[in-house]
């Protein structure tokens, strides 16, 4: 599926078959190298110590917010429009919000009623609330790790858009920089045992809203997603935007409006 904004055209694919190592060779690492270790030593792995594995299952993370949702529509969409036997594996982390599975959650389910296909059961993650790192970072790590390893998937696709371009004086700036038009994030990359796909990095919220127009969604889907990163006293307990964040500034920016 192909989608052309403004001078760029971002396609969201779903390969037939993807690069594994062999089950021999992977044993080896898995037995020899802890996670980081393994990640430096597939580095000097021989194209000849891989082969083609067919694609059954694909996974997404949700949060719940603009970018995941549409990105696990349009899939959803592809694999019923063009009859492929693939499942999706949604999956979820519960944050610093606790809102992230609930919305996501709400997603799925307007997805599977509006597009009448069904997904594998959602799963969510919940990591210590009081360790930060682990809550916000290490926990992708180490599940993506452990469902790459167990063939859970064999694709895992992410939402993520880029920055706000860096001269655009009306919004401020996110403190992601890895996320800045500049950065180098290709949109595949593969490791070894990770397969990733990042569609819509090449584009930004508002190249986003464009594609929620082009699909009907922006009256329909985008009311039930959220950004926001406000407190719960700020939200109403996580029912409304708290319109100060920079998530928020984002949303509003792009698509001039909160829901």
């Given at each position: ?61 949700m949060?719940?917010?603009?970018d ?10 592809k ?38 296909i ?72 593969f490791n ?68």
């Amino acid at each position: 599926m192909i989608f052309n904004i403004d001078d760029k055209k971002v396609e969201v694919s779903i390969p037939e078959f993807v690069p594994k190592l062999k089950p021999d060779i992977l044993k080896k690492f898995v037995e020899k190298y802890d996670a980081d270790e393994m990640l430096q030593q597939l580095k000097h792995v021989s194209k000849n110590d891989h082969y083609q594995r067919k694609v059954e299952t694909i996974g997404i993370w949700m949060s719940g917010g603009a970018d995941s949702s549409l990105l696990t529509y349009v899939l959803a969409k592809k694999i019923k429009d063009e009859n492929l036997k693939i499942n999706i594996q949604p999956l979820s982390v519960r944050r610093g919000r606790g809102w992230n599975p609930i919305y996501a959650g709400h997603v799925i389910d307007f997805i599977e009623q509006n597009l009448n296909i069904k997904m594998n059961n959602h799963i969510v993650y919940y990591p210590p609330m009081n360790d930060e790192h682990y809550r916000e970072i290490q926990v992708f790590r180490e599940k993506d790790n452990e469902n790459f390893l167990n063939n859970n998937f064999q694709i895992l696709y992410s939402g993520i858009t880029c920055n706000p371009p860096s001269d655009d004086r009306t919004i401020s700036k996110n403190k992601e920089r890895t996320r800045d038009e500049e950065s180098e994030r290709p949109l595949k990359t593969f490791n070894g045992i990770r397969y990733y796909i990042n569609p819509f990095f090449g584009i930004n919220k508002k190249g986003l809203k464009l594609i929620y127009d082009q699909l009907n969604l922006t009256d329909s889907l985008f009311p039930i997603t959220r950004s926001c990163e406000g407190s719960d006293y700020e939200t109403g307990n996580y029912t409304y935007h708290c319109k100060k964040c920079w998530w928020c500034e984002e949303r509003y920016w792009a698509f001039g409006r909160y829901v």
